[in-house]
């Protein structure tokens, strides 16, 4: 029987992501007297909007880096046991090459988060109904935090594209359910609780490693015990590492490829190859359709279709690619060992995230139409705007090296995925400055895209921990 979830002590983006609260803003900020921060952390402590029940007008959650725990005072001991990708950081040379965070994508050029620019304890992530709601919520908090020690580093906005990345795909689609939460989903959809939060049986049936304490550290009583029964109090139940990534998205440098590679003989434009040529690289259809179930036109009724495997329907990738994103970031059934198998399902349960992500920057059409864009001539797209857009790419996860790094490594970045040569993924995977390949697996002759550039660059990011409200309360008294 799963653990009851203590949802009064879990921060709500966990459980939730707001989907009613459309405006959304994060705020980096950095600590400069530690000692006037935790007055100000303790009065937040209360605004902090936990996973008991939906907000219906706007909610409130808190994060912090490794360098930010540390300013607040944690003892050595306790700091040590949080894990050894957040504690060395995002920016760690190693990690750099494991995510493929290079060339364009290295931290040197960052714009936050990397060696060169100011260091960020912690991030405050608000959210409200409607961009007004969300002025007020941001001036609210931004006058008590900035007269107690904690500057602003960097605002970031986001943009509501109602349910669409900026590429003109469905986003949010499939997405794990913790089990004992509010939601219920199939098994395979239904991870244990302990793959998102600390202090928890994992899919392992284990507890994953957290930071402990020596029970005559918390005086005040603040903290849970140990679930293992050491006898020591738990900082890290209720609480999630969270990774943080701006990614860039060159929208328009992306229909352009994929206008080049469908033209016709004439060298004219052709708008529906565009499309499924889009749609084969992403796994699904502009309208979320999956190809697995409708590989040769979108199907609006089955926009949300998420009850899907992929060996016994399409074993050999042609209905949707073997090298497709959706089929990379989560597998499903399709993985050694016994590709089809409740075995092979269980192992894909392993490497689950929780994206809580959101957009920003102006759209542009993004659909492989004309529209939105001032003009297209012969191979010429011109966008109607040439400001920065991407996603502020949110994930929890309760183990950042087999969970998120895991699946940006062995499965995302991979050229040899699946069996696969020299593909990475085509929308997200780290293409070199030689390019890389997409193979779109049919009969009689297989179909293979060369040189495909890096649609997608790395500006930003970082890894914090978000801790259970009792544990905020904690640092807030050391």
Known sequence: MADTLDFQDIQGLIIRGYGNLKAACYILLAISDPHSAKIWLKALVDAITTGQAGPKEQALNVAFTYPGIKKLGLEPAALAMFSDEFIAGIVDPHRSLILGDVE??????????????????????????????LSQLYETHAQAFATHGVLEVQKLDTVDLGGKEHFGFNDGISQPVIEGSHRTALPMHTIKAGEFLLGYPNEYGLYTNGPLLKSSMDPDGFLPSDKNGSGNVDLGRN???????????????????????????????DPTARVALAAHMVGRWPGGAPLVETPDQDNPQLAQANDFTYYHPDPYGFNCPIGAHIRRANPRDSLDPQPGSEQSIAIGKRHRILRRGREYGPPIDATGSTQGHSEMAGDKLTPLSDQDRGLHFICLNANISRQFEFIQHTWINNPHFDELYDDADPIVGAHYADGSTFTIQAKPVRKRLTSLPRFISVVGGAYFFMPGISAVRYLASI
Do not use: C
Not at 241 to 268: C, E, M, P
């Open 104 to 133: 364009e994508s290295s931290p040197e050029h960052w714009i936050w988060g990397g060696p060169d620019t100011k260091s960020v304890d912690m991030v405050l992530l608000l959210f409200a109904l409607n961009n007004q709601k």
């Open 239 to 269: 609480g999630t590492y969270l990774v943080f990534r701006q990614l860039r998205q060159d929208v328009l440098g992306f229909w352009q490829f994929i206008d080049q590679a469908t033209k016709k003989s004439d060298g004219r434009s």
